[in-house]
Structures are given as structure tokens and as C-alpha cells.
């Protein structure tokens, strides 16, 4: 039996990208397939060239046959899921398809029926996939096989009962990384790619996960891998990074965990492995990870930076207590301060956002998050919107207040579209809660401009700047930058760990004119800041726009 697994394009682009992250998921699917003794080959889009059509149909002509194409992904990512479909269904070969990730899990039974694979795999699918394979292979009885959907003979959509959580996360291989062309993954990464990229100008990122899923139930979180919150043993995360480490000379390891630090003890025995294999290590390494804010102290943080950690995310979210228990995210604005003074006084960069929009809020709960942000910018915090996504709470109440009229739609054209979910708040005083996050994103976040910009390369440029908080002096190589004149990049200062934006002067220019301009020039321009989700890329389209509009030629040099 012949499989390719097919992982789509971060930035839908027909060139070669290597911005984006890692897909762990499809990794493990692939290292148990090989374990079982199939036949494997692996097709990563961002790393082709080309129309998705033309690189897989080459790919199928090439290696002809293939019995099954698996692919997937989340929710955002569905028009292109669906254009790799298309694309294998069109080919002479006409291997039988199955889907699989996130987009899938949450809505198991209308992506069947619109993208019409032979199977889905939902929830979690390592025993699942094995399970069916297994199946077909021997002619089984589909309707025993937990955790997959597929046609019965009439033709109607079956979806079995998911697979029970996988309890013992030792017993299953590594991720399939080589597969995947890790290496050459790796040799092209820039810091500039993803924000916790920029502690090194060749930064070579280790994406690992030693839990699964979530204690924790917030309204805007779906756990494609199920609600039961299951952790690896501290022996079998190290032994993956001792190889690894070696393997692929890696300088910084990223904790994939959606909670890193439900058990301390645990904690505290990672960092002491770790540091242990920084002493083996000939070169430095640094890690991240996500965190809650509750139950941290200074001792924990202490530890842990002392291990060699960089940077922790939080869930903020907010800092109005109304909206943190609409949220059900069961933490106080007092457990914030303190991890925000606790963090930063320990050297430990934060990355965190506030997003607003919960049904719970009002003009008065934005206002409480905001002028907490504009007292401690310096943090770093983040600005943006809460999205309903496909199997949240907040997805189910969006369809049962009508909200979100047809799944499909919404899907497909406006998941990543903001919009009125509150219950107090009309679609008019919603836009104005939009411009005024927005205007005081763009007042109040810190920023600094190049002394110099130096171009070593197509696309890759040296960049001198001080740091708008410790006021050091720093120099950053390696940057992708798409145009010199115009840019936003998100930065973590490396001797005082804070983040701001490094901007050209271009760039600097066009928000201070927007908030000098945008009182006096009504709704056109305000209408430029309502339908964003991240703020500040939507100043960088907005700023396109003007450019057009008064013909300046921006030239890449």
C-alpha cells in the first residue's frame, strides 16, 4: 500500500516558502505509518515551486500509484484543503483520499459532505489511521474502526465514535522530521520569521510537544486532540532532544504544549535535565513555552530562566474580570500583573495578547483592558480580536444567536473576519470599540527605526537599530524583508528580552499622518480599521492602498 501525505502551503504563495511553522501533527501521522511498514512519501508544498495543481499532478505522474493521498489541516487553511482535493481528483491516478487535522475534527460530517474525501480521520489520529489501513488492507468492517467517517454502501456519511484518548504518549514514535525536509527547513529559517524566532540571526527551532491538550475549557479554544490533558514522562521528552539536539544542531526549543506548567514538579525536573544537556551541548540553546498565569512565583520563573528559558507565551486575553468569566478562563487581573512584573523582572521576554469582541463586552470592559495596556506597554502585550473557531463554545453560540448563518459560508469566506458576537453592544458601537483598539494600538504600542539597513542578499538584510527600552545598540542579520522602505517587524530586544516594532521611517510616517488625519477624514479611513484582525498587518495593507493612491513607487533593493 503506497501513501503520500501532502502539507499545505502557510502563505498560499507559488514560490518557495519556508515561513511557517512546523506541522507536527502530520509529522507523527507519517513516523507510526512508517513504524507499521508502510510505504511512505511525503509532499511539503511550501518547499515546491509552482501552481498546487501542477506539483502535485507531478508528483502523481512520477510516482505512479499512490493507493492514498492523506492531507488536512485547520480550519483557515480550507480553500486550499479543498484546492489540493481538486487537484488529486483531477489526476488519472485517482487515489483514494483521506482528510484528516482541525478543520476536520470540528466539523467532521459537513466537510465530508462538501469536500467529499473517501475517509475523514477526527480527533486524535495515530491508532485511528493505523485502525483503518489495517481494515482496508484486510477487508475488515468499517463500522468498527473508532475515530473515522466514510460512506456506507448506500451512500450515506458515517461518522464512528472517536478514538479514546491515547493515554501512554511514550509508547508512540517521534515525529516523522526528516520526512518532511527538516534540514533544508532549518537552513533557511530567518529570525524574522515568527516572533520567537529572533534570538539568534541563524536560529535552527525544534518544535516538540511533551503534553496533550488542555485541562482547561475557554470559550474560544477547540482541542483537536480531544479534552483529556495527558503528559509525556520527562525521560522520553529528553531522549528526544538529545538526539535531536545533535542531529540537527538546534539552538532554541520551542514547547509546542498548549499548557506547559500544570504540574511544577515536572517543570522543575525539565529544567534540570535541560541544563544538563546545555552542559553537553558545544553551543548555546535557549527554549520557550506556554504558560497559565496562575499559581507563578518568582522561584518558578527563576528556575526556569536559569535553564535556558527565553521566553513564555500567556493566555491574557483580558484584564476585565466581567469578560475573563465570560471567557471561563478562571484568572484574575491581579495573576496578570503578576506575571507580567514577575516575567520581565527575571529577564524573561512575554508574548501575549488581548483580544476583544467576548459576548460579555462593552465599551466599559474594553475600556479596563486598555488602559491597563497603556500603563504597561512596555510588556509588550498584543492587541487583536477573539475569533469564533469551528467546535469552540464561541462557534455554538454564534450559530445559536444567528450570528454565523450558514457554517459553510463562514468557512470558507469569513473566519478570519471580526465580528459582533457581544450581547450588549449594536453593530455601530462595535465598530467604534474596533477603531478605538485599533487608534490606540497604533498610539501607544513602542517603536523604533534603523540607523542603518544593510542589503546582503535577495530579500535578507542587516538591520541596526537601539532598543527603544534598555537603549542598546543592536545589530540583527539574516532579516527578510519584502520591500526596504516600507516595513513592520515584530522585535524582542536580545539583552533586555521587551518587545516593540521596528519600522522604517516610511512606515512610522504613514501612523503618525493616520492619527493626525483620521478625525477630520470621517468614515473612508476609519473603514480601513474595521475589518482587521491583527492590527498592525492591517496598517501595512492600509498603507499599500496610500502608496497606490499617490503613486509612489516602492522599489525593492
Not at 511512505?40 to 508528483?59: A, S
Not at 537603549?471 to 516595513?487: G, K
Given at each position: ?139 475488515g468492517d468499517l463500522s468498527h474502526v ?159 530562566k536559569g535553564a535556558g528559558c527565553y ?247
Amino acid at each position: 500500500m503506497k501513501i503520500l501525505l501532502v502539507f499545505s502551503r502557510s502563505l498560499g504563495r507559488e514560490d518557495v516558502n519556508y515561513n511557517y511553522l512546523f506541522p507536527l501533527g502530520l509529522a507523527y501521522i507519517s513516523s507510526v505509518l512508517k513504524k507499521a511498514k508502510y510505504h511512505v512519501d511525503i509532499l511539503n508544498l511550501n518547499h515546491k515551486q509552482g501552481k498546487i495543481e501542477e506539483v502535485i499532478h507531478k508528483i502523481l505522474s512520477d510516482q505512479w500509484p499512490y493507493d492514498f493521498v492523506c492531507t488536512g489541516g485547520l480550519s483557515p487553511f480550507y480553500r486550499q484543503i479543498k484546492e489540493i482535493i481538486e487537484a488529486i481528483r483531477r489526476h488519472q491516478s485517482a487515489p483514494r483520499i483521506i482528510l484528516g487535522g482541525g478543520l476536520i475534527s470540528s466539523e467532521p460530517e459537513l466537510m465530508f459532505k462538501v469536500l467529499n474525501p473517501d475517509f475523514i480521520v477526527y480527533g486524535e489520529g495515530e491508532k485511528a489511521i493505523i485502525d483503518l489501513f489495517e481494515c482496508i488492507k484486510n477487508k475488515g468492517d468499517l463500522s468498527h474502526v473508532l475515530g473515522i467517517g466514510y460512506r456506507d454502501a448506500d451512500g450515506n456519511i458515517v461518522c464512528n465514535k472517536p478514538q479514546p484518548a491515547i493515554m501512554d504518549l511514550d509508547s508512540l514514535p517521534w515525529p516523522d522530521f526528516d520526512g518532511f525536509e527538516f534540514e533544508n527547513y532549518l537552513d533557511n529559517t530567518k529570525p524574522t520569521d515568527q516572533y520567537f524566532y529572533d534570538l539568534y540571526d541563524s536560529p535552527r527551532i525544534y518544535p516538540i510537544v511533551c503534553s496533550r491538550s488542555c485541562p482547561y475549557k475557554c470559550t474560544f479554544c477547540f482541542h483537536p486532540l480531544g479534552n483529556k490533558y495527558r503528559q509525556r514522562s520527562i525521560d522520553s521528552v529528553m531522549k528526544e532532544l538529545e538526539f535531536a539536539v545533535k542531529r540537527y544542531r538546534l539552538n532554541v526549543i520551542a514547547i509546542y504544549d498548549e499548557l506547559f506548567s500544570y504540574n511544577k514538579e515536572r517543570v522543575y525536573e525539565f529544567c534540570r535535565r535541560f541544563k544538563n544537556l546545555q552542559k553537553n551541548t558545544p553551543w548555546e540553546m535557549k527554549w520557550c513555552c506556554q504558560m497559565r498565569v496562575d499559581d507563578l512565583d518568582e522561584e518558578f520563573l527563576k528556575t526556569m530562566k536559569g535553564a535556558g528559558c527565553y521566553m513564555v507565551s500567556y493566555g491574557f486575553e483580558s484584564y476585565s474580570p466581567a469578560v475573563l468569566k465570560s471567557m471561563k478562563k478562571h484568572i484574575q487581573p491581579e495573576q496578570i500583573i503578576n506575571a507580567v512584573n514577575l516575567t520581565l523582572k527575571n529577564n524573561i521576554s512575554i508574548q501575549g495578547n488581548f483580544i476583544f469582541g467576548d459576548k460579555a463586552e462593552t465599551f466599559e470592559t474594553t475600556k479596563e483592558t486598555l488602559n491597563y495596556w497603556k500603563q504597561n506597554n512596555y510588556a509588550g502585550i498584543m492587541l487583536g480580536f477573539i475569533s469564533p473557531y469551528p467546535g469552540t463554545e464561541l462557534y455554538n453560540h454564534c450559530l445559536e444567536k444567528g450570528i454565523i448563518k450558514d457554517k459553510l459560508d463562514f468557512i470558507e469566506n469569513h473566519i478570519d473576519d471580526i465580528m459582533n458576537m457581544t450581547d450588549q453592544l449594536t453593530d455601530e458601537e462595535f465598530k467604534q470599540l474596533k477603531l478605538e483598539v485599533f487608534k490606540t494600538s497604533l498610539k501607544y504600542s513602542i517603536y523604533a527605526t534603523p540607523i542603518s539597513i544593510k542589503k546582503t542578499a535577495v530579500n535578507n538584510y542587516g538591520l541596526k537599530f537601539e532598543c527603544p527600552h534598555c537603549h542598546e545598540v543592536l545589530e540583527y542579520n539574516n532579516c527578510s524583508l519584502t520591500y526596504r522602505w516600507i516595513f513592520n517587524l515584530m522585535i524582542y530586544c536580545r539583552s533586555c528580552r521587551r518587545r516593540f516594532f521596528l519600522v522604517s521611517r516610511l512606515y512610522r510616517y504613514a501612523i503618525k499622518s493616520f492619527l493626525l488625519l483620521q478625525p477630520i477624514m470621517g468614515k473612508r479611513l476609519n473603514m480601513a480599521a474595521f475589518n482587521t484582525k491583527n492590527t498592525l498587518i492591517r496598517v501595512n495593507r492600509q498603507i499599500k492602498r496610500l502608496n497606490k493612491k499617490i503613486k509612489l513607487l516602492v522599489y525593492e533593493t
